[in-house]
């Protein structure tokens, strides 16, 4: 059997963070190795123990959830840890900047136990993580704030279908609705994304999104 995956909570809330934990913890297949309340100690228990993901909090005192998340996994860092980000859409302010700062994804602290789950376990692979159900909202609504990039979408070295297949990921739709939307199948979405991220030197998905909007590529 092949070891359990390696998590530590990092939520101010007490309540919470317990709640996460226990959830977590009766999976055969996950493993609590520490919690904390702030960012500051969520850092040094990251750097100690190396998890293999982080369930990171927005707002928190000593260190916030966006600069722990870039002191963990943003550019430049040497060993960066994976960052799930765990928000309430309308209070966090930051998650988009959060994904920038190098989060593998983000659920809403409301979403059932086993999206958590899943969000745990897909990220811990190597995948990331945008909760369908608000990417477009949450993404959309801080367009506006994003330094767009220089150039025009010609200077994209994308095919008008890879083009395509990114404006869908921007939309928050997962690699069956993608196949569904284009009539193609999954295997040729995973292609078509594997393309896209290797085209654009890019990490994951979130990167995507994030690169799809600086460009204009969505609205």
Request: aromatic content about 4%; proline content about 5%; glycine content about 8%.
């Amino acid at each position: 059997m092949s070891a359990p995956v390696r998590v530590v909570i990092c939520d101010d809330q007490a309540l919470i963070r317990t709640g996460l934990s226990t959830i977590v913890d009766a999976q055969p297949d996950l493993e609590v190795v520490g919690e904390c309340g702030d960012g500051r100690t969520g850092v040094d228990l990251a750097r100690e123990r190396r998890p293999d993901v982080v369930v990171m909090d927005i707002r928190m005192p000593v260190l916030d959830g966006l600069e722990a998340t870039r002191l963990l996994a943003g550019a430049g860092v040497e060993h960066p840890v994976k960052v799930l980000v765990v928000t309430t859409f309308n209070l966090d302010e930051y998650v988009y900047e959060a994904l920038r700062a190098g989060a593998s994804g983000f659920l809403l602290k409301d979403a059932p136990p086993d999206r958590l789950l899943h969000g745990i376990r897909t990220v811990a692979m190597g995948a990331a993580l945008l909760d369908p159900d608000v990417t477009r909202r949450l993404v959309g609504r801080y367009a506006a704030r994003i330094r767009p990039a220089e150039g025009t979408v010609r200077d994209i070295p994308l095919t008008p279908r890879e083009m395509e297949v990114l404006r869908l990921i921007a939309d928050g739709l997962s690699n069956s609705e993608i196949a569904a939307a284009l009539v193609i199948s999954p295997e040729t979405v995973k292609t078509f994304v594997s393309r896209i991220l290797t085209k654009l030197d890019l990490r994951d998905r979130v990167q995507a999104v994030v690169f799809a909007y600086r460009h204009g590529l969505v609205t």
